[in-house]
């Protein structure tokens, strides 16, 4: 596709449900990244893809968060029992690689609200 | 730990005001500094530095690296109500883009 596109745009659920947020990268780009903002916060890193690997997963909060990522393409975040600190936007982000010097392009996000 | 702060979070301007908005690090293994506007949801991408010194410019919008301070500023001049957004600077790691938190961005007409 032209960008990265990400969906649902908006989720509003119940505390203790579980919800899946996908992302579909640009054509041809390896790297994955997803990060999450708070109201009023800077992006805060979750994990990252380099194909179909995650080599750094150090930013997922707690076991509740999983993510992962088919091939090249789509990747998944699922969030199991959401929690209300769990309301933030969930950007997802994709680059041609992660070497140094590349420049991350992001979807407009997932705005989650768990009430 | 790696971090970077910008300041000052938040600015309230008239149109047609200079502004500089701040970014300091604290980072191993630097590769680049980039910043981004972001307006709804989406960053888009505004520069990438990676050399000490040599300004980067794009309309009015300008920015400078200075590795001997561990900084950057971005510079917006004659603001438009257009500017008014969140600008976020991030360090290129070795694997990943770390955040700031964000400098806030009003332009009053």
């Known amino acids: 596709g032209a960008g990265v596109s990400q969906s649902p745009s908006n989720k509003v659920t119940e505390k203790g449900k579980d919800v899946e947020l996908r992302c579909d990268p640009i054509s041809g780009h390896t790297a994955l990244y997803w990060y999450r903002q708070r109201l009023g916060q800077g992006l805060e890193f979750l994990i990252y893809?380099?194909?179909?690997?995650?080599?750094?997963k150090s930013g997922l909060p707690s076991d509740r968060f999983s993510a992962e990522r088919t091939g090249e393409s789509v990747s998944t975040l699922t969030i199991q029992r959401t929690q209300q600190e769990d309301s933030a936007v969930y950007l997802c982000?994709?680059?041609?690689?992660?070497?140094?010097?590349?420049?991350?392009?992001f979807g407009s996000g997932t705005q989650l609200s768990v009430l | 730990e790696d971090k970077v702060v910008q300041s000052p979070l938040s600015l309230v301007v008239h149109e047609g005001d200079t502004v500089t908005l701040n970014c300091s690090y604290e980072?191993?293994?630097?590769?680049?500094l980039l910043w981004y506007k972001q307006e709804k949801k989406a960053p888009t991408f505004l520069f990438m530095l990676?050399?000490?010194?040599i300004e980067k410019k794009s309309g009015r919008l300008s920015s400078i690296l200075d590795k001997k301070e561990l900084s950057s500023i971005l510079n917006i001049t004659a603001t438009q109500t257009g500017d008014s957004a969140i600008y976020l600077c991030?360090?290129?790691?070795?694997?990943?883009?770390?955040f700031g938190q964000g400098t806030r961005l009003t332009i009053n007409p």
């Open positions: 982000a994709s680059s041609p690689r992660t070497a140094v010097r590349e420049k991350l392009f």
């Open positions: 980072v191993t293994n630097f590769r680049s």
């Open positions: 991030a360090y290129q790691g070795a694997q990943k883009l770390v």
């Open positions: 893809f380099q194909g179909n690997s995650a080599p750094d």
């Open positions: 990676t050399s000490s010194g």
